[in-house]
C-alpha cells in the first residue's frame, strides 16, 4: 500500500538512498560540469553536502520537521560549491515549510516551492538552463497534482525535474556548445526519482537513463571541458567560500560588495533564533580573482571561518597579475607592517622586511626595498590595510604583483608566515597564508584606562576586558585570572596552537603560570611564546 504521508522514517530512507544514488553516480555527474565553471565537481559537492546533511540523524527526531531541520543545519556548515551550496538551501527551505511530523501530497508541493524559491533568492544572478530551474519544474508540477496525495505529487515532480533536465541545453548555450544537460539539475533529478523509489518501491528512472545518454561511448563525442563559461568573466580563477556570522544587515552589505568583486555570488543562511544571543551562520560562495578583497569584505560584517579558495584548474594560468601587470621576476618577498618593534628581528628572520610606518608612502617605499617582484603584504591591525591597498595598487601600476592579506593582528600574520612557502606558485601560496591567518583568531586581554560601555558591561577604570577578534567577551578584575579565562575559552573553542606575546603589565613569572595552567589542563594543545613588551594590549594571543 502506498503511502499518504511522508513521515520521519520514510524520510531518513530518503536521505540514505538519494547519498547511495549520488556516490554511484557522482563520477557521470561531475563529467557534465560546465557551467558556470568547468572544474567537474558538481556531483562530488552534492554528496559531500548530502552526506553532512545525513550524518547522526537521531531516531529521537520522531518527527519530520525536527529531522529536515537538523539536516538543513549540518549542510549549511558543510556546503561546496554551487551545486552543494544550492543544494543546502534547498533543504533550508524544505525544513521552513515541512513545520510538522509528516507531510501530505499539498505540504510536499508546498516545501518543493518554498525550496526552490529560496535557492533562487540566494543566488545573486539566477540562470536559466540550471538546477534552480529544475527544482521550479518540479515544484510547479507537484502543485498541479498535490490534491491526488502525495504519491502523484512525487511522481509528477521526478517526472517533471527529468524533463526540465533534458530542455537545459536549449536554455544555456554553454551546455549546447558542450553536448551535454546541466549537472546540478542532473543531480536534483536523481535525487526525485530517489524519492519515488522511497515511496512507491520502484524507481521511474528517468533521471538515470538520461545520465547514460550523456556518458561518452553514447552516441556522442567524448566531453572534453573547454567551453568557456556563460556568466561573469573567465578571468575570475578562484573559488572563495566561507562561513560567516554576522546579521542580516551586514550580510546585505556583503552581497553588495561580493557582485561587484566576481560571479557566481551564493550567500545561504537562516533567521537568527530570538532566544539566541549569536547571529545567524551563513555560507557565502563567490568566484573572484581578488582573493583579498573577498576575504576582507566577509571581516569587516562579521566572523569569518572555514576559509577555503580554490584555483580552477580548467583556466589556462597567465604570466600576468589580475591587474594586468606582467612580472619579470619570480623571487617573492614578505612586507609585514607592525608596531610591535620587539618583534622585528624574529619577522625578519622569518624573510619578512618589517616597517612601522603604516603611511602608503612609507608601504611603497618597504615594496621597492623588499627587492622582489612578487610581494605579500601583511599588517597588524585595520588602521593599516587602508595604507596598504593603497601602496599596493600605487605597485601594481608600476609592474610590481602584489596581494594584502586582510590579517587583522600580529598573531595573524605570524600564522601566515608559519605556512609561508616560496616554492609554491604565488598565487598558491597567498591562498594557503590566507587560509592559515583566518584561521587564527586574535585575542586581547587589556586594562580599562578609561571608563566605558561595552557589550558585556560598564568597565570601570582598572577592570580587565577579554577580547577575541576584537569583540568584548567579558569584564575580568584580575590580570592573572581573567588571561586565563580567555585561554581557556579559546581551547575549549578547539584551538590547537597558542601563541603568547605578552605586554609590559605581564611578567615572566606570570606567563609561565599561564603556560603551566594550560599544559596542566590542555596537554594537546601546543604553546609557543615570543617576547612582546607592548604597551598595550597586556597581553595578546593567537588561537589556531
Not at 71 to 78: E, F, H
Not at 236 to 263: F, H, I, K, M, S
Not at 355 to 372: C, K, L, M, T, W
Request: charged share 20%.
Amino acid at each position: 500500500m502506498k503511502p499518504e504521508t511522508l513521515d520521519s522514517q520514510l524520510l531518513r530512507t530518503w536521505g540514505a538512498s538519494a547519498l547511495e544514488t549520488l556516490l554511484r553516480h557522482r563520477r557521470a555527474v561531475d563529467q557534465l560540469n560546465v557551467f558556470p565553471v568547468a572544474d567537474s565537481d558538481t556531483g562530488t559537492n552534492m554528496v559531500a553536502t548530502l552526506q553532512a546533511a545525513c550524518r547522526d540523524l537521531q531516531p529521537s527526531d520522531s518527527s519530520v520537521g525536527a529531522l529536515v531541520a537538523a539536516a538543513a543545519q549540518r549542510a549549511l556548515v558543510a556546503a561546496r560549491g554551487n551545486s552543494g551550496v544550492i543544494l543546502a538551501q534547498m533543504l533550508r527551505g524544505l525544513a521552513d515549510s515541512w513545520t510538522g511530523r509528516v507531510v501530505d501530497g499539498p505540504r510536499f508541493a508546498a516545501g518543493l516551492d518554498t525550496a526552490a524559491t529560496s535557492a533562487a533568492g540566494a543566488v545573486a544572478v539566477p540562470t536559466h538552463g540550471t538546477m534552480l530551474t529544475v527544482a521550479a519544474a518540479a515544484a510547479a508540477a507537484a502543485h498541479r497534482h498535490a490534491s491526488a496525495g502525495l504519491v502523484s505529487a512525487a511522481e509528477a515532480a521526478a517526472e517533471a525535474a527529468a524533463a526540465a533536465v533534458g530542455a537545459t541545453p536549449s536554455q544555456l548555450p554553454a551546455l549546447a556548445r558542450a553536448g551535454v544537460v546541466d549537472s546540478g539539475g542532473m543531480g536534483l533529478a536523481l535525487l526525485m526519482d530517489t524519492f519515488v523509489e522511497t515511496l512507491t518501491g520502484s524507481n521511474p528512472g528517468r533521471a538515470q537513463r538520461l545520465l547514460r545518454a550523456q556518458r561518452p561511448g553514447a552516441g556522442q563525442r567524448p566531453f572534453v571541458p573547454q567551453v568557456p563559461r556563460e556568466s561573469g568573466s573567465v578571468d575570475y580563477a578562484y573559488e572563495v567560500q566561507y562561513l560567516l556570522e554576522a546579521t542580516a544587515d551586514g550580510v546585505e552589505q556583503l552581497r553588495e560588495r561580493l557582485a561587484g568583486l566576481g560571479d557566481s555570488l551564493v550567500i545561504i543562511g537562516s533567521a537568527a533564533t530570538s532566544d539566541s544571543e549569536e547571529p545567524p551562520t551563513w555560507n557565502v560562495h563567490v568566484h573572484v580573482n581578488n582573493i583579498g578583497a573577498a576575504i576582507e569584505a566577509g571581516i569587516e560584517v562579521g566572523r569569518v571561518h572555514r576559509l577555503s579558495v580554490t584555483r580552477f584548474e580548467d583556466v589556462a594560468h597567465k604570466s600576468t597579475d589580475s591587474c594586468g601587470a606582467a612580472h619579470a621576476t619570480t623571487h617573492r618577498t614578505i612586507v609585514a607592517i607592525t608596531a610591535h618593534t620587539a618583534m622585528a628581528p624574529l619577522l625578519s628572520k622569518e624573510g619578512c622586511h618589517v616597517a612601522r610606518d603604516s603611511s602608503p608612502e612609507a608601504i611603497g617605499q618597504a615594496i621597492r626595498a623588499s627587492g622582489g617582484g612578487d610581494v605579500i603584504i601583511l599588517v597588524d591591525g585595520p588602521h593599516a590595510k587602508p595604507g596598504a591597498e593603497s601602496a599596493a595598487a600605487l605597485a601594481r601600476a608600476d609592474g610590481w604583483r602584489v596581494w594584502v592579506i586582510p590579517t587583522s593582528g600580529l598573531p595573524q600574520i605570524l600564522a601566515a608566515v608559519a605556512v609561508h612557502d616560496p616554492a609554491r606558485r604565488f598565487d598558491d601560496d597567498v591562498i594557503a597564508m590566507a587560509e592559515a591567518a583566518a584561521a587564527c583568531h586574535v585575542g586581547e586581554v587589556r586594562i580599562v584606562t578609561a571608563e566605558a560601555d561595552t557589550a558585556a558591561g560598564r568597565a570601570p577604570v582598572g577592570s580587565i576586558l577579554l577580547l577575541v577578534d576584537a569583540d568584548v567577551l567579558a569584564i575580568g578584575h584580575d590580570l592573572l585570572s581573567s588571561s586565563a579565562d580567555l585561554l581557556s575559552r579559546l581551547c575549549s573553542a578547539g584551538a590547537e596552537l597558542i601563541t603568547l606575546i605578552p605586554g609590559a603589565a605581564m611578567s615572566a613569572q606570570d606567563v609561565t603560570s599561564l603556560v603551566e595552567d594550560i599544559g596542566h589542563r590542555w596537554p594537546l594543545v601546543e604553546i609557543q611564546r615570543f617576547p612582546g613588551g607592548q604597551a598595550e594590549p597586556a597581553l595578546l594571543i593567537g588561537a589556531e
